[in-house]
């Protein structure tokens, strides 16, 4: 089976600093997180808070779905943090 993203919600993670969404890899549910610093990367100029993090993460969704299956499919664990590495 393949990495799929069948929910769209996402959650903000105010101690973590970061947006919490999942995927799917059949019927196993993995847990993926983007940092912080990879919203900032991803759109300089927005908000560094809850508002402005999730605003980034609606606006690049399909490019943290793109890498978040890039990182599965190199090692398919059950939950991933992606930094700005990640999106380099």
């Known amino acids: 089976m393949s990495l799929t993203f069948p929910n769209r919600s996402r959650s ?11 995927g799917h890899d059949g019927m196993f549910q993995i847990s993926f997180s983007v940092a912080a610093d990879a ?15 999730l605003a980034t993460f609606d606006m690049q969704s399909s490019t943290i779905r793109e890498v978040a299956s890039k990182a599965y499919d190199r090692t398919h664990k059950s939950m991933y943090v992606l930094t700005a590495a990640d999106f380099g």
């Open 12 to 22: 903000y993670d105010e101690a973590g600093q970061r947006i919490r969404f999942v």
């Open 39 to 53: 919203m900032a990367r991803m759109q300089p100029g927005a908000a560094a808070d809850e508002a402005g993090y």
